[in-house]
């Protein structure tokens, strides 16, 4: 068993504090679990089973960062988190807003400017927020945390050089031990068994599709046979550095069952030659909607039907983030960012698809997932 | 493998209707992941994974139904939902509140009382309905769909009469099986593996905890390894019926690597005799804060320590649903309820821990997950 549990990318965020300086806020709050976990080091499972324990984390431009969690949960915050200063409440009798209102006044932010995430955050206890500190300013925080999360660490991308290849290896060695007759549940079981013994935290999502289910976009693995002649395509990403709150990794792979048709094959090669156009056109400065408009291009050239909303995104502590490889997102590709690439084409026989996952570099893009060993169309079973 | 999945414990939701009714709603609106599922059929995977990707289903008294849904999801909910009016919007291209909003103003409620999810939909979302909408009235909806989901149907007790037997056996095999020097990561896996043969469609979460991790609620499994004299204590539950929106099961169990000392046992004892004192006293119109205030002089009485917001709680698609046995709640048990019952005493060994699932009848709680199979503290390794 390889374990890569022991990562701990970092012990403080450092771009945090100074986005919170440039974007002139007094204090940010984290809600959601990818943020907290982010602002704090601790992933706390039950932000996600229990929506209504919620936590915060308060992070001021001088790097110092408060957090409010239940009191259920502190023991394990004074164990993993950097964060010295943690307020429990206790569940039911205490209001959490109450606690993180009272925070923020002790802080001397009654009359601040603060960002907090506002679509991660429910209507109710923003409305309960705003009616406690009716001075202050409360304005949307997410964007300053989806920028600090954009560009990667060191660490970070070293967990991804590990992670990125293990979700790969897992693939192709599922794919390539598949036989017609195995349903999709056990293909879908042995890829999330495979990817933990790579060092992977858990399966994040399985999308394993062949038969009617290879043309829906994110159908749960059933008893459906894998039968001559069929698409088969998993997309498919695992939690590493943490089991529920990890680094998500997020790959695409279409194989066909048996030996593919000629047009089977001719669709995969067309869509493989827009894959590489795009992973070699990826470098800094180069804004992600020109990505999304190079891929409509090759689309259109090679007469594929194109009907994506976007291409691919940048992945971390989310599946998606910013930049989104979208016709909207004019931002600029930077170095250290870690991107999904992904295009799709409809055919039918169902969804084919291919994703990898890269890193950005000075000189372009480093291909983290071995893309090049699925050029050509796998043949499975 | 033995698979539930096949179960679709319903074709329509008749207790939504009665309430929106009864609650004198025009509309009510599912917004969360849980609710979007039990008022369609359909789980949808990326609301979990991608929250920016909404999904709506708007209900009215006449148990007429619309859902709004990424485009990517528009051909499986076609599949799989009872639900035949289904919009879809275009991510980043359309505001997918805007569509929710047209919808409302097309079914005539642009002055309707409408509820929504205020917990679950981000205050960014919730402005821009209200802005979209200046005539209606929007209201909190959440207590209405913790209403529905409070009483189970025959089929979804079905389920549970499955589910939580699968998830007790799964536990006392790993648990009779585990040896000195196993990880705590190795029990996880093995637990999770066993759970998925048993019929469940994958983990919903799993606490298993030995050693210092022993002392928290919700650690993450470790490379901490079994050691003669440990507590190990599991708080573990599954999906059933959908992979990634299914019901959970939810299951403690404490037991010591090797002998217990005399403490040990008699601290488990105890708690134990607790446990079944407040099984006896589930029935039909008991509040549920009685409950709560039994088990707090149930410790008392038994010198142990009492230190829980709550001695367990309703449970279906969420882990936690209403009623929760609190000391706040005053809402009388029912038959048809499924609960979790849950008493917890920390010692310096760590956390001892036992929970049960019942189904409330008109005669009392019946006990779904063999309770007294665990009377006795268990032995391990």
């Known amino acids: 068993l390889t374990s890569v549990t022991a990562v701990q990318p970092e012990r403080s965020r450092p771009r945090l504090g100074q986005l919170i300086e440039a974007h002139h806020f007094d204090a940010v709050v984290a809600v959601s679990l990818e943020n907290v976990y982010y602002a704090s080091g601790v992933p706390i499972m039950t932000q996600r089973l229990i929506p209504s324990r919620l936590a915060f984390v308060v992070a001021t431009p001088d790097d110092e960062a408060s957090m409010v969690v239940c009191s259920i949960e502190v023991a394990q915050v004074h164990l993993e988190s950097w964060i010295r200063d943690v307020r429990g409440y206790t569940e039911f009798a205490d209001s959490p807003v109450a606690v993180l209102a009272d925070l923020l006044r002790e802080k001397g932010l009654a009359r601040g400017r603060i960002g907090i995430e506002t679509a991660a955050l429910g209507h109710r206890y923003f409305a309960e927020l705003e009616s406690l ?59 999330e068994e495979r990817v933990r013994v790579e060092g992977a935290d858990g399966a994040a999502f399985t999308v394993l599709a062949t038969g ?17 002649g069929d698409v088969l395509r998993t997309d498919f990403g695992g939690y590493f550095g943490a089991r529920y709150a990890g680094y998500m990794t997020d790959l695409a792979r279409t194989a066909i069952v048996g030996e593919p048709t000629g047009a089977q094959s ?33 689309f259109e050239k090679r007469d594929l039907p194109f009907r994506m909303p976007h291409v691919g995104h940048s992945i971390g502590l989310s ?13 600029e590709l930077q170095e250290g ?4 690439v992904e295009p799709i084409t409809i ?18 893009a480093r291909i983290l997932s071995s893309a090049h060993d699925w050029a050509e169309l796998m043949s499975v079973g």
């Open 319 to 331: 599946i998606h983030e910013e930049p989104m490889l979208s016709p909207m997102t004019t931002a």
């Open 133 to 191: 500190l009716p001075e202050a300013t409360i304005v949307d925080g997410d964007e300053l945390f989806l920028r600090a999360r954009s560009v990667k660490s060191s660490a970070e991308i070293a967990l991804y050089e590990h992670a990125a290849a293990a979700t790969n290896r897992s693939i192709r060695d599922v794919f390539s031990a598949a036989r017609i007759g195995d349903t999709e549940i056990q293909l879908a079981e042995r890829l």
């Open 347 to 364: 055919t039918d026989d169902g969804i084919f698809h291919v994703e990898d996952l890269v890193t950005i570099t000075a000189d372009g």
């Open 337 to 340: 960012m870690v991107l999904a």
């Open 212 to 228: 009617l289910n290879a043309r829906l976009a994110h159908p749960s693995p059933g008893l459906v046979e894998l039968s001559a």
């Open 266 to 298: 001719s669709t995969y090669q067309r869509l493989f030659e827009v894959h590489l156009s795009l992973l070699e056109a990826l470098r800094p400065g180069v804004a992600a909607c020109d990505i999304f408009e190079l891929a409509r291009r090759g």
